[in-house]
């Protein structure tokens, strides 16, 4: 049976017979998945003059978790490491356009941290941490943060506010990658799904229903899939999905746009969306897997625990239609695995991002970049998101959302 496959780049492609196969593109990398970050680091491989070729499951890219966060872009983290990848990637976010020639919708709309007594002295060595780093960081009262948006202060210390910080949009950032990676030479496979990866010499050939790939280096940029890929190579990737599910209120009467408001004392966020506002707490007991739906008997968890902080939630009425749900793909440690796979040779996997997956995709993207044309990252230091640091003490993330 002979199966047509797209060449992208014909002029790079050695055709070969192969099984049921009748083409065999060879390519410097496959990336896997067109999320945000398969499309960022197709852009910054293609940028150092290589080969791309990205395989997506899906018919468009952007529509695994990445069509479904809540956009939010922040410094305000307690690892240096984090904190570092924040200070290269919003930079990039806050001057897209002008670099790149793209809009992608960001707005300094800011997170704004409300932070309980009992957890204020290890938040203020993080602000120290996130200022001697060069991250912009104001330290309020309960009072002066209450000019962002009404809560009831019981309980808090003080809170912080990024004014970096705010919402992109996802969408646009990754469909801007996406044509930058093409304009430069990268081939986008949509409706595409990986079924196998297979080591062969001093590469891999990456399968699909479609065709096989062979290239020097597999990026594993699949997202809450991530582990899945890892599987099919025989490879242990640690991450898995969890579902995360945001609410959406009716129209309120409050011309102020609200910062990324986080409670940290119960977790509850919120942000403005128009004129509605966007909701919602992580669920620490959901189990991992791929759930779907929205689940009102959490939205009622959800309501009844930030009435308190934010008790003008009396009044506020629930969008079930306009609210939705996604994963995260999440690592044991809730932080990104961005580095080469210890067991195999020219696979790097850049996943795991949990929460944060969109803010950090600029730094993603060259690091993979690094990874593949020089050996090694120099731009961002990512040592302590490589797969060693499990189980060695390296410091754990606190602000995890
Ligand atoms: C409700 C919610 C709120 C969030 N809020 C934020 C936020 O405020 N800020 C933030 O930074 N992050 C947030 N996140 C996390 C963020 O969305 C993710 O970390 C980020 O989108 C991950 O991007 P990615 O490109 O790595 O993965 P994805 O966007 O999931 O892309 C992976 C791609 O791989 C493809 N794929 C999977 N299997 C295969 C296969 N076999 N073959 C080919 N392709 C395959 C999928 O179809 C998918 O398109 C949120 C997530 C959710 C669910």
Known sequence: MDVLIRLGAPSCCRVHELG????????????????????????????????????????APAMGSTGRSAAGVRVQFTTAANIALSLYSLPVFRTFAERYGHEIGYRDIGYLLLVPLARWARHLESVELQLSMGAPVEVLSPGEARRYVDFDPTGLA??????????????????????????LGAVFELGTAVTGLRSSGDGWQVEAETG?????????????????????AGLK?????????????????????????????T????????DRVL???????????????????????????GVDRFPWWE??????????????????????????????????????FSGHGIMHAPATGVAVAEFVADGRASTVNVDHFSHARFGTGVPVEANIF
């Open 20 to 59: 049921t196969y009748s083409f065999m593109p060879t390519t410097d990398v496959v990336v896997i998945g067109a999320g945000i970050n398969g499309a960022s680091c197709a852009y910054h491989l293609a940028s150092r003059g290589l080969d791309v070729t990205v395989l997506e499951k899906e018919p």
């Open 158 to 183: 003080g809170a912080t506010y990024g004014p970096w910080d705010g919402v992109v949009d996802p969408h646009m950032v990754t469909l801007a990658w996406v044509e930058m990676a093409r304009d």
């Open 212 to 232: 096989i790939w062979q290239c020097s280096h597999v990026v594993n940029a699949a997202g809450a899939w991530s582990g899945q890929i890892g599987a099919l």
């Open 237 to 265: 990737v640690p991450v898995g999905p969890k579902r995360i599910q945001i609410f959406m209120s009716g129209p309120i009467a409050d011309d102020r746009t609200y910062p990324l408001t986080i409670d940290l004392s």
């Open 267 to 274: 977790g509850v966020y919120l942000r403005s969306e128009g």
């Open 279 to 305: 909701f919602g707490l992580d669920n620490l007991e959901q189990p991992f897997g791929f759930t779907e739906g929205v689940d009102e008997a959490w939205l009622e968890h959800v309501l009844l625990t």
């Open 315 to 352: 009044e506020m009425g629930v969008d079930l239609k306009a609210s939705w749900w996604g994963y995260y793909g999440v690592s044991p440690d809730n932080s990104p695995i961005i580095g080469y796979h210890p067991d195999a040779h020219g696979w790097i996997d850049a996943c795991g």
